[in-house]
Structure formats: structure tokens, C-alpha cells
Nanobody
């Protein structure tokens, strides 16, 4: 059974940092493009960042993180991490990882769309 599991969420004060991890079970994440998304109450889901399969070495981030979030292949086996810094209350949301369809075009650049496999999400709350 193919599964993704997020971890690392929690309560953090404004200005703080968190690192989220996405761990794959049943498949090797090195061969999959993976993305991080978030959804706050009452708001649509947003794509934050995505990373290509390891052999392609491509990352893409949207304006959601405003340069504060970094996606990477984790040092732990079969993980993709999202490092988040300078957190603000508006970053409060459930954060999800998912397999993604990553596409690159000359006209539109890089884009990632959520794929077939999603984790259950991890809650991040930024509050004093």
C-alpha cells in the first residue's frame, strides 16, 4: 500500500521555525516528484513548493512561502522536508505532502499539480 505520512507540525510562536517531513511507505520517493500544500480553515488549498524526482534535481516554489520555505530531500531515507522560517499567524494551516505532476514549459515555467497520493496532513499553528 502506497502511503505518505507528514510529521513535524505543532505550535510555534511568530517568528519561529519548523521543519516538516514527508515519509513514503510502499514506494521510493526518489523516483517521484513531491509537493507540499497547505489549507487554512475556510480557504482553498495552496501549493507551496515541489521537488522533482531526485535524478532531475529541480525545485519550484510559489509565492505562498515568500522565500521563507525551502523544500529538499531529507537526510533520512525516503523523506522530503519543508523547512519553514519566520512564521507568521497567517501560516496556520494543515500542511499536506503529495505526489505531484511537475511540468516545465518555456512559456509558463515550472508548475506542479497534486497527484494521486496524499498524506493525512499535519497541523501547524503559529500563535503567541
Amino acid at each position: 500500500q502506497l502511503q505518505l505520512l507528514e510529521s513535524g507540525g505543532g505550535l510555534v510562536q511568530p517568528g519561529g521555525s519548523l521543519t516538516l517531513s514527508c515519509t513514503g511507505s510502499g514506494f521510493d520517493l526518489d523516483y517521484w516528484a513531491i509537493g507540499w500544500f497547505r489549507q487554512a480553515p475556510g480557504r482553498p488549498r495552496e501549493m507551496i513548493s515541489c521537488i522533482s524526482r531526485r535524478s532531475d534535481g529541480i525545485t519550484h516554489s510559489t509565492d505562498v512561502g515568500q522565500g521563507r520555505f525551502t523544500i529538499s530531500r531529507g537526510t533520512a531515507k525516503n523523506t522530503v522536508t519543508l523547512q519553514m522560517g519566520s512564521l507568521v499567524p497567517e501560516d496556520t494551516a494543515v500542511y499536506y505532502c503529495a505526489t505531484v505532476d511537475m511540468r516545465r514549459t518555456l512559456k509558463y515555467g515550472t508548475s506542479c499539480r497534486g497527484g494521486d497520493y496524499w498524506g493525512q496532513g499535519t497541523q501547524v499553528t503559529v500563535s503567541s
